[in-house]
């Protein structure tokens, strides 16, 4: 009952978003991109008192035992690491919609669509990842060292070489659906010459929803971490990847100046992993997880503003608006 009122919660809010806050299509300014983002990290940190109550009141399964303090704390523990790994989302996501030409109007459909078909990957990815944990106890191990090989990747390889365009996904696609470069209105589908052909609207969802596999591949077992509690991982991750859209439309115009917040993002990534490495030998308490994470990301954010751009990087406010 509780899993059903949550997604039933889940799917509520999905309706309010799409057909009353944005049922006319408009271009998202950072005013109301800055609303829209607290109002969805108010609601996903005022669900920690949810947490709490359930845990305390039994009306949740808990097969790891948790006390409700301890649920709640692995709960926004988790909720911050899935919302600090959605940071290199936005990234790749910025870069798609240059790369096919959105229109800044209807780029909010797009990733409305793109976090639907998100939610059901990613509880399928947890459920399967949990059952994992739950069975196989070295799993945890084979986690750790992905994460850590993630952080190494994500450390030595730049963002700015990926091409969507160039991608093999993008070939794959355009081998099954006819494909036009045409946008017309919000439509993801449209006829031309009496053949229905895919618009760059459609081309853009499919790449983002394939891209967002990949990033659940690492935020899905950081989030492991920190919890095997199915309602917990799954909760804290739906409840991240709802305010996706609106950080999106804040943060991806800041993205050249928070130039080593990608840094950031490889020191949590690398906690988690060792984190998961000595788990079987060494608790780490979650307000020192937490702590990590605040301090991984105030460093990145204070290193971008004190540290002078090189001179062969564009300072932020030269680039284009």
């Known amino acids: ?40 990290v108010s609601i996903a940190l005022l669900f920690s008192g949810v947490v709490y109550w359930l845990f305390s009141s039994g009306l949740v399964e808990n097969p ?55 939610i059901v990957f990613r509880a399928l990815m947890i459920l399967f990842g949990v059952a994992l944990i739950n069975k196989f106890d070295w799993i945890i191990y084979v986690f750790g060292v992905f994460l850590l090989y993630t952080a190494y990747k994500m450390a030595t390889s730049s963002d700015t070489d990926f091409d969507p365009k160039n991608s093999k996904v993008y070939r794959f696609i355009r081998k099954i659906f006819p494909v036009t470069n045409k946008i017309e209105g919000e439509n993801f589908f449209i006829r031309r010459m009496g053949i229905k052909a895919a618009t760059p609207l459609f081309i853009a969802l499919l790449i983002i929803e394939l891209t967002d596999i990949l990033f659940a591949l690492d935020s899905i077992p950081a989030i492991l971490a920190i919890t095997a509690d199915p309602f917990i991982v799954f909760s804290s991750n ?61 460093a990145g954010i204070l290193a971008s503003i004190y540290i002078p751009a090189t001179s062969g990087e564009v300072p932020a406010e030269d680039l284009p608006k």
Do not use: C
């Not at 309706?15 to 800055?34: G, P, Q, R």
């Not at 940071?87 to 870069?95: E, H, K, Y």
């Not at 490495?277 to 991984?296: K, R």
């Open 238 to 298: 739906i409840l991240a990847i709802l305010g996706l859209r609106s950080m999106y439309f804040l943060i991806s115009r800041m993205l050249k100046k928070f130039r080593y917040i990608n840094y950031s993002l490889v020191a949590i990534l690398s906690f988690v992993g060792i984190k998961m490495l000595i788990s079987h030998h060494v608790e780490i308490p979650e307000w020192l997880s937490l702590a990590v994470i605040g301090v991984s990301l105030l």
């Open 1 to 40: 009952m509780v899993w059903g009122i949550f997604i039933a919660f889940v799917l509520v809010l999905l309706f309010l978003d799409l057909a009353v806050f944005n049922k006319e299509a408009h271009e998202i300014k950072t005013k109301e991109a800055s609303i829209f983002t607290s109002i969805w």
């Open 64 to 118: 790891t035992n948790l006390t409700a303090s301890d649920a709640t704390l692995k709960y926004i523990t988790g909720y911050l690491i899935e919302l600090s790994l959605s940071i290199d989302n936005v990234f790749v996501i910025a870069v798609i919609f240059s790369s096919f030409a959105i229109p800044a109007k209807f780029q909010h459909r797009v990733l409305f669509w793109g976090i639907l078909g998100a």
